[in-house]
């Protein structure tokens, strides 16, 4: 038997190599593995005593030769094949183990030469393990260093690898040239948005521990090529397994929290947020963001943008909390939530913020829809006052409301006031309904909309949302403008003796 070997990544190769040699395996490897193996002791033919062909092109040019092609792709059972080998004096492979130039890892760095990246483009290591997996009838393919046990095991009880074992392995090894093509031409589109074949490749993070509900399986993938993601330098400290809704939820309120730079907290409650605050401290925040709406915060997800302190560890520790994410705990805040054991404790070890630049795909029947995500971030200069008079005081608080009404599900309102909602409501197919549900929520949990502001993710159509929200008392009103009827609504909120304060900006979210 003959295994072709070459590898970048030499984890668990000498191992691997060693226990093939075992098996009566002669092996053959290229340049820098066959060295790795030749040190370890193992004995080992090089590619170019194979080929008659050194290394060429500083190691552009070496496995791409027919006496290493025609050897992994032969079929055993074509009399012609057997006989153009023979001709040809070619032994055949029967396992290939290759993995590849590690180009993401090289596209991903910040400051690295773009003809750095390309050197990262393997072409040899792709052609070897595509002609191998199309060959799984007669060859092993073997492209990852987890797998290396389970072949070694099953060669040791039963003398080869079974065709459903070669299958299996062979759907790896297209899984990952393709994940890896596809790595290649999203860094070369890099500078498209929106382009015209999209090849996004995902790797398998986390397996959940459940999916919406509990008879449907789910996984969290991340996207390859990107630098930061949901769970990228995070650590789970203690608690159960994260589900499909945790990730869901825990993505909607890491989004919203970094619309602040002050102390903020955020809880979610599918996919919306049901309390946001911010102030001082992050201590006064999270009293914010729970007091806000404290019966639907049960259960939720809480993201800080500080660490969690021994003060707000005991907080959260008096709370049915699903997630808790946060840059840091204090000693005594994690003693605290550790009594909590179903509370899933994520420590954000890198603390970057998220990236602004990938794509918003939504998985629709039978397609993607793909957009820019909506990362513009509100400032003041940007708005314009169109009615009445605004203080600083009531400008800071417009800001708050429409950075959270950004990641309120559509229609959406929120009502504001001194850093803290305090009446959202989300999801409906009527406006004037969302205003009446933001207002009736304030009321119910003893919040008063006098003197509150108000933020609307779309315009009015008509003046009947403004006017709820005018005899309820609320002092300002902002939102996109742009309707037919703006005059109207302009009238209403005069007459109202409120201001209103137009973005020119809608903030859609389905």
């Known amino acids: 038997m003959r295994a072709l070997i070459s590898v970048y990544e030499k984890t668990g190769l000498v191992p691997f190599a060693r226990g093939l040699v075992d098996l009566g395996f002669e092996l053959v490897a290229s340049g820098g593995t066959a060295a790795a193996l030749q040190e370890a002791g193992l004995a080992v033919t090089q590619v170019e005593d194979v080929t008659g062909f050194p290394e060429m092109l500083d190691g552009r ?19 012609e094949d057997l006989a153009s080998l023979e001709e040809h004096g070619i032994e055949p492979f029967d396992l290939v183990c290759v993995n590849l130039y590690p180009f993401s890892r090289a596209a991903e760095q910040p400051d690295v030469a773009d003809e750095d990246v390309v ?13 191998a997996a199309k060959n799984h009838a007669h060859v092993t393919a073997v492209c990852r260093a987890e797998d290396y046990e389970g072949v070694l095991a099953e060669l040791r009880t039963d003398g080869s690898i079974s065709l459903e074992s070669r299958l299996r392995l062979a759907g790896t ?12 031409s999203s860094w070369f589109q890099r500078h498209e948005q929106l382009p015209e074949t999209l090849v996004p490749a995902f790797d398998r993070a986390l397996e959940l521990s459940y999916g919406e509900n509990p008879h449907q399986r789910a996984a969290y993938y991340a996207e390859r090529g990107r630098r930061t993601h949901l769970l990228s330098r995070v650590e789970q400290l203690c608690g159960k397994p994260l589900s499909f809704n945790n990730l869901n939820d825990l993505s909607a309120a890491r989004l919203l929290v970094r619309e602040f730079n002050d102390p903020a907290c955020v809880i979610v409650k599918h996919a919306n947020p049901c309390g946001v605050g911010t102030a001082e401290t992050i201590e006064d925040a999270y009293v914010r963001a729970l007091s806000a709406d404290p019966l639907s915060a049960y259960g939720g997800v809480v993201v800080v943008n500080r660490a969690v302190s021994a003060a707000l560890g005991e907080a959260l520790a008096d709370q049915f909390v699903e997630v808790l994410f946060a840059p840091g705990y204090d000693e005594q805040a994690m003693e605290a ?10 420590n954000d070890t890198e603390r970057r913020a998220l990236t602004d ?11 993607l829809l793909v957009q820019d995500r909506d990362w513009a971030i509100a400032t003041r200069d940007g ?12 400008w800071d608080n417009l800001l708050f409301a429409w950075r959270v009404v950004k990641h309120v599900a559509s229609n959406a309102i929120v009502i504001a006031r001194g850093g803290q909602t305090i009446g959202i409501g989300a999801g409906q197919m009527s406006r004037v309904d969302a205003v009446r549900i933001a207002l ?3 009321r119910e949990l003893g919040h008063s909309p006098e003197g509150a502001v108000l933020a609307s993710d779309a ?7 403004p006017q709820l929200a005018l005899d309820a008392g609320v002092a300002a009103i902002v939102q996109p403008g742009g309707s037919k009827r703006d005059v109207e609504v302009i009238e209403a909120v005069s007459a109202g003796g409120s201001a209103m304060a137009f973005t020119h900006r809608r903030h859609f979210r389905h």
Request: glycine share 6%; proline share 5%.
């Open 459 to 465: 315009f009015f159509p008509f003046a009947d949302g």
């Open 337 to 346: 939530l550790a009594r909590k054991t179903s509370v899933r404790v994520l």
């Open 173 to 184: 090894a297209f899984a990952t040239t393709a994940a890896y093509e596809a790595a290649i």
């Open 357 to 367: 630049t990938e794509p918003d795909y939504r998985r629709v029947l039978g397609g």
């Open 61 to 79: 040019v070496k496995t791409l030769h027919p006496r290493i092609h025609a050897a992994v792709l032969v079929r055993r059972d074509v009399a």
């Open 383 to 394: 708005m314009e006052l169109v009615c009445g008079q605004v203080s600083d005081e009531q």
């Open 119 to 131: 050197e990262m483009i393997d072409v040899g290591g792709p052609s070897m393990l595509r002609a």
């Open 440 to 442: 009736e929520k304030a």
